[in-house]
């Protein structure tokens, strides 16, 4: 009975390398998002889609990309791998993308880049 | 300046005593605000919803100063398995795009 579930947990690789992370919600909502959490436990969004609709992409670079199959599901692909990506990635959705409306996480995922 | 900002502490509480802490924003426009429960190595849990006139779930209460731009959580008698870091976050009206602060740490002792 998992609400937002993410895959894999944790992720080890290589500079360079390309990775891809998922996301599923089984809470009927229509809005979901990636953020970030660094080593200074600073918590920011990357992105949101409402309804596949991408309606939040803050200043990240373009080697994220974030695609959305359906409402359930938000995945988020990255290229060239770089030592600053390491963090943890938080998948999180909401029932509506307006303000107010109460957003649920994901486990997250701990990415380490060697 | 960060737009919303915490003490990150540690609180240090005894157990059973209470224990209050503020989060500034600094966005006049922002409209909704939450605290959030984050464990080590784990996802952020909702705790409370927090409204104009204030709001209460069990030993948990929060409050929301719109004039001085903060708001407030404050923890009735602490148990042991209150300790964690709390993080608050601010969201404008239209739009969800949170916030978050840096987390304040809160350390319950026997």
């Known amino acids: 009975d998992t609400a937002v579930s993410q895959t894999p947990k944790y992720l080890v690789t290589q500079m360079g390398n390309d990775k891809s992370i998922k996301c599923e919600q089984n809470?009927?909502?229509?809005?979901m998002y990636w953020y970030k959490q660094d080593s200074k436990k600073f918590l920011k969004i990357m992105f949101s889609?409402?309804?596949?609709?991408?309606?939040i992409n803050e200043t990240v670079p373009n080697r994220f990309s974030p695609k959305s199959p359906d409402k359930a599901h938000l995945n988020l692909h990255i290229n060239s791998l770089e030592l600053g990506d390491s963090a943890v990635y938080f998948c999180?959705?909401?029932?509506?993308?307006?303000?107010?409306?109460?957003?649920?996480f994901g486990p997250g995922t701990r990415l380490t880049v060697t | 300046r960060k737009e919303v900002e915490q003490d990150p502490g540690p609180f240090n509480v005894p157990e059973g005593a209470t224990v209050a802490f503020n989060c500034t924003y600094s966005?006049?426009?922002?409209?909704?605000f939450f605290w959030y429960r984050q464990d080590c190595r784990k996802e952020p849990k909702l705790l409370m919803s927090?409204?104009?006139s204030g709001n209460e779930d069990g030993r948990f209460t929060a409050q929301l100063n719109r004039a001085s731009q903060y708001i407030s959580l404050l923890i009735r008698d602490s148990k042991l398995s209150d300790s964690a870091t709390y993080l608050c976050a601010a969201a404008p009206a239209a739009g969800n795009k949170l916030t978050f602060g840096g987390g304040t740490r809160v350390l319950v002792k026997p």
């Open positions: 927090v409204y104009s």
């Open positions: 809470l009927g909502h229509d809005t």
């Open positions: 966005n006049s426009a922002s409209q909704s």
């Open positions: 889609y409402n309804n596949k609709e991408l309606i």
């Open positions: 999180a959705s909401s029932q509506e993308g307006r303000g107010g409306s109460k957003q649920y």
